[in-house]
Every structure is written in C-alpha cells, then in structure tokens.
C-alpha cells in the first residue's frame, strides 16, 4: 500500500513516466540495442559457410542493394525502424529458401533470431502512430522494390547474406533510438 502511495512520487521526482520507459523499450527494442555474442556468432558461421558455398560456384551478382550513401543513424528514429523492418523481411524470405541440409541446419539460429527480432519491430510499429518516411528512406524502398522484382533469387540471397551484419547493425541502430550515432 505503500509503495502505490510513493509511486506517482516517484515518477514525479524522477521527472519521466515511470511505466512508460524509453521508445524502445516501451515497444520491446531495447534487448536489441546490445546483440547476444551467441547469436554474432551464429550468424557469422552462417555467412562463413555461405561465403564457402559462393567460392565453389561461378555465381556473380552486380546488385548494390545494401550500398547507401547515408547512415542509418542520419534518419529519424521512425524511419531507423522502418529501414529495419524491411531489411528483416527480405532477410528472412531469403534464409526462408531451400538450401543443402548442412546450410539449412547453419542458418537456422540466424533465422530464428532475426524471426523474433522482426517480431518484436512490427509489434513496436503496431503500437506508434502511423509514419510517412522520409524522401531518403522512400527511395531506397523504392531501391529495395524494384532489386524484388528484377533481381534473381539468389542474387538477393546472396546481397542479404553477405551484408548480413549490417542488416544486424541497422536493427541495432533501430533499437538504439536517439542515442545511434
């Protein structure tokens, strides 16, 4: 009984909401703000073990998809989410497709842990006011479509894969809010 007499006290005191926290952990991003070294690890044995699988073909993919001449960290925060919301799905589609048992069975953790991740940034945008990106971040949408629709497969499989870390550091960044630098 107490301690509800002190709560608003304490919120007052403190000068924040006490329930409401900062926007990312309000909307469940902050466990991404500092990525488990379990789960770096698991994605760098899946790009290393891809990168193995791309030495032994002759495929070559000219796409530049994951090249940007600005930083994430240069967008508003809405737009940070958005940005990796739409990394995480086409990461996903792509580590959704069929591959040889051994890369299926590498890329499994790496899957599930981006999986919840995409979970967790669809249910915080669920919860924000809709946004309107900004001119900068429309067009790299606009990029990303259009690398769907032209692209092949494996191409875009093997864009994804191998910029991997930074798809991981645009969630971070996401997660990070105003402190992304």
Not at 64 to 93: G, H, M, Q, T
Not at 106 to 113: C, K
């Amino acid at each position: 009984m107490l301690l509800l007499r002190l709560l608003p006290l304490l919120a007052t005191t403190l000068g924040t909401p006490l329930l409401q926290g900062t926007p990312g952990q309000r909307c469940g991003l902050s466990r991404y703000r500092f990525l488990p070294p379990q789960e770096l690890r698991a994605v760098k044995r899946m790009k290393e073990q891809f990168e193995d699988i791309m030495l032994l073909s002759d495929h070559r993919c000219h796409t530049k998809l994951f090249y940007r001449k600005w930083n994430p960290a240069e967008l508003s925060v809405p737009d940070r989410v958005v940005l990796a919301e739409a990394e995480l799905d086409l990461a996903i589609s792509m580590l959704e497709l069929p591959a040889a048992p051994t890369f299926a069975e590498t890329r499994q953790r790496p899957l599930d842990f981006l999986a919840q991740a995409q979970e967790d940034l669809r249910s915080c945008m669920a919860t924000e006011a809709p946004h309107q990106p900004s001119r900068r971040l429309r067009n790299w949408l606009q990029k990303l479509q259009t690398a769907k629709e032209t692209e092949t497969t494996s191409c875009l499989e093997a864009s994804v894969i191998l910029y991997i870390f930074k798809v991981l550091n645009d969630l971070q960044c996401a997660a990070l809010g105003e402190q992304c630098s």
